[in-house]
């Protein structure tokens, strides 16, 4: 696969690597040159790596509310 560098010095990530790697608009990338080789990676997400960690069930959206300003009530007297 090629790309072409345009006069800012930018380039396309082809479609099958974005794919491959699950890049999406706003993500990173990091750049690594070893001997006269370059590695290109996906920059880890690491609040990704907490997905699915906690289960909750329904919530009541007005008992939530109200803990959470009685809480902040609390820590600001």
Request: aromatic share 8%.
């Amino acid at each position: 696969m090629k790309s072409k560098i345009t006069s800012k010095y930018q380039i396309t990530i082809p479609r099958e690597i974005r794919n491959k790697l699950k890049l999406n608009i706003s993500d990173s990338i990091e750049w690594k040159i070893e001997d006269k080789m370059v590695y290109v990676k996906p920059v880890n997400k690491p609040f990704l790596k907490y997905k699915g960690i906690i289960m909750v069930g329904p919530g009541d959206i007005k008992e939530d509310i109200l803990k959470s300003r009685k809480i902040r009530a609390m820590k600001y007297q």
